[in-house]
């Protein structure tokens, strides 16, 4: 609790900071988590044909979890042929019973929301809180949306029939596992296609425990396909001849080396790739609602977030007002144990990612940026990274070009809207920017002219199952969500 406390100049007063009183709030539900997992193959958990297993750790404390199985070719393989048999069955269903499957996915997921959650935060290291509020309930929106929708599938595309591809190759990150999942499965499966689907070698748990609801559900064994491992598993997911389209969601390097895999083939292909998003605050802006919206922009899931609010530009006007609030503000994020209900910054996805995020974060400080860091002590064990701003950043540092992927801003500073928009738009990247004024107008202005396949006005990183999400330029091409969305998993006859 705060301490209602007498200031220096002797009135009462919220006293923030370290006089924030907190005791420790653990989340205690069981994930319910097994030692070893199987590959999920057409309805069964089975044993990887490679024999091997690797660990997934807890990046909280660095301890394992679960041993996962390693896929190789003749696995990624057996999964293909479990849903193209599948795709024949499943692509006739009615799309109303295949709608009756969506919703019982929908509906055992928020049966055992908080042992996902816990599952799901233990695995990737984000807070309880968002897991908890954010990834699991918006995963089983998506299951309830595309529901809503595979029964209402003449409307997809008004004049034509919108009939389903075939068996789909799938590939998702480390940063919303269960989502990135619930994203890639809704549309496919209510469209009529078949899936294999590879998560990320780091946070492949909440994959294996959603087969465990597919199988609860019913659902018809090969309809959906698990394989785990790491890269070379998802480029056999993604090098399949039997794959009639490949979606991807990670990094643009790792995107474009797919599409120069599959270059001359006729594959359907969706990209979802990286960003550095612009969250531009003009003088008008309710400041203090910019500031929250900023730190969410950024902070949300230690910045693990592809549309991640990245680079702050600031009106000049403002600069010095908003940065001093955002100093204060960070001073008071609680960093640690992603189970404690009051943690705003659990821990760094990998050793991989900690490592990448220390260099780029020491290359702003060579390259001239000033850092910021409150003051705030890290656990010992696992990966963590203070909240960090740049101050003094200029469009040529790597911190204002490179996504960091972790809890880092680099500020910049705009005179115009023509130079707002201007260092806004100088990026290879086009997913997504925040406008923070009061001016109707130029909101309508700045979202038509920024390139970014999403523009927040007053507001960031809100999602909707009905709203299409994707980039353009090095961001990717596709969109999830939406009728947009299903149109990416359908061919119209
Ligand atoms: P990566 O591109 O490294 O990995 C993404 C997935 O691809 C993982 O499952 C990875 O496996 C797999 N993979 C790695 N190499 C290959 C390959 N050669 N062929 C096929 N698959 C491969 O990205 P990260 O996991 O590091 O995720 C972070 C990136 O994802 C960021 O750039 C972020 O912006 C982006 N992202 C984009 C989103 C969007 O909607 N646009 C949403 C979320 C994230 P493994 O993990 O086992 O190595």
Redesign the pocket.
């Known amino acids: 609790m705060p301490r209602n406390r007498r200031n220096r100049a002797g009135r009462a007063g919220l006293i923030f900071g370290d006089l924030w009183e907190f005791d420790p709030a653990p989340e205690t539900a069981d994930p319910k988590l097994k030692p070893r997992y199987g590959l999920f193959i057409n309805g069964s958990f089975v044993r990887p044909r490679t024999g091997r297993h690797f660990d997934s750790v807890n990046p909280a404390n660095e301890r394992k979890l679960a041993e996962i199985a390693l896929a190789g070719p003749a696995d990624v393989d057996a999964a293909y042929q479990a849903a193209s048999r599948a795709f024949r069955g499943w692509s006739a269903l009615p799309g109303r019973e295949r709608g009756k499957y969506l919703f019982r996915i929908a509906r055992l997921l928020q049966d055992r929301a908080r042992e996902f959650a816990v599952a799901e935060t233990m695995d990737g290291g984000k807070p309880i809180r968002e897991s908890r509020d954010f990834d699991v309930p918006m995963a089983a929106a998506h299951f309830f949306y595309h529901a809503g929708w595979a029964d209402k599938l003449e409307y997809v595309a008004p004049g034509r029939r919108a009939a389903p591809l075939g068996v789909v190759g799938q590939?998702?990150?480390?940063?919303?596992p269960l989502l990135?999942l619930a994203w890639k499965l809704g549309p496919a499966l209510a469209m009529g296609n078949c899936v294999v689907l590879?998560?990320?070698?780091?946070t492949s748990i909440t994959a294996l425990k959603l087969a465990e609801i597919l199988q609860d559900a019913e659902l018809p064994p090969g309809v959906v396909n698990f394989v785990t491992?790491?890269?070379e598993?998802?480029?056999l997911?993604?090098g399949h001849p039997s794959a009639a389209k490949v979606a991807?969601?990670?990094?643009?390097?790792?995107?474009k080396?797919?599409m120069r895999q599959l270059a001359g083939t006729d594959r359907r292909m969706t990209m979802?790739?990286?960003?550095k998003a612009a969250n531009i605050v003009f003088d008008d802006a309710p400041i203090d609602q910019a500031v929250e919206g900023i730190v969410n922009g950024i902070f949300f899931n230690q910045g693990h977030v592809?549309c991640a609010g990245s680079r702050l530009l600031v009106h000049e006007p403002v600069a010095e007002r908003v940065v001093s609030k955002l100093k204060n503000r960070i001073r008071v994020l609680r960093v640690g144990d992603p189970l404690d209900k009051n943690t705003d910054l659990g821990a760094i996805n990998s050793r991989a990612q900690l490592d990448k995020i220390t260099r780029l974060v020491a290359s702003g400080v060579r390259e001239g940026a000033v850092k910021f860091q409150p003051p705030c002590p890290l656990p010992e064990k696992g990966f963590y990274f203070p909240p960090t701003l740049f101050t003094k950043v200029t469009q040529s540092h790597r911190i204002a070009r490179e996504?960091i992927?972790g809890p880092v801003l680099s500020i910049l500073t705009f005179r115009t809207v023509d130079e707002a928009i201007e260092k806004a738009n100088n990026t290879p990247y086009g997913?997504s920017a925040g406008v923070w004024t009061d001016k109707g107008s130029r909101i309508l202005r700045m979202s038509t002219e920024l390139k970014a396949g999403v523009v927040w006005a007053n507001t960031f990183n809100k999602f909707d199952p009905s709203s299409p999400?994707?980039?353009y330029k090095e961001?990717?091409f596709g969109r999830?969500g939406g009728r947009q969305g299903l149109l990416d998993y359908a061919r119209l006859e």
């Not at 590879?198 to 780091?202: D, G």
């Not at 991807?248 to 995107?255: A, D, I, N, P």
């Not at 979802?272 to 960003?275: A, D, I, K, N, S």
């Open positions: 590939v998702i990150p480390w940063n919303f990135m590879k998560p990320a070698e780091t491992g790491a890269g598993t998802g480029a997911v993604m991807f969601t990670g990094s643009t390097e790792v995107g080396a797919i979802e790739l990286g960003g592809c996504e992927f997913l999400f994707g980039g961001s990717g999830e």
